[in-house]
């Protein structure tokens, strides 16, 4: 059974620190690219970050480059997103996605499976 399992979530201040992970089993987690979307209330959901299978290339939407960072510990088949200089916008139910195009994939459509999400609330 494939499984996505996001975990890190939670509320912080404005300028504070998160570390979001996301759990990957029941699939080869070395052919896969892993993908990070949020989704505000009332907005569509986006795409944060993504890491090809073989770490070669990420992606960083414009609003968190420069604050974001996504690495891979193939080991233990885990994607992690390092969130810092937290914004109130930030706030979200944050994604992790699995796309077995393994190379950086920014759009939803190239997502095979995903998690449940987690929550991130950033206060002012």
């Known amino acids: 059974e494939v499984q996505l399992v996001e975990s890190g979530g939670g509320l912080v201040q404005a300028g504070g620190s998160l570390r979001l992970s996301c759990a990957a089993s029941?699939?080869?987690?070395?052919?896969?690219?892993i993908g990070w979307f949020r989704q505000a209330p009332g907005k569509e959901r986006e795409g944060v970050s993504c890491?090809?299978?073989?770490?070669?290339?990420?992606y960083y939407a414009d609003s968190v480059k420069g604050r974001f960072t996504i690495s891979s510990d193939n080991a233990k088949n885990t994607v992690y997103l390092q969130m810092n200089s937290l914004k109130p916008e930030d706030t979200a139910v944050y994604y992790c996605a699995a796309s077995r195009h393994r190379v950086v994939v920014t759009t939803e459509l190239g997502y095979d499976y995903w998690g449940q999400g987690t929550q991130v609330t950033v206060s002012s």
């Open positions: 029941g699939f080869t987690f070395d052919d896969y690219a």
């Open positions: 890491i090809s299978s073989s770490d070669e290339g990420t």
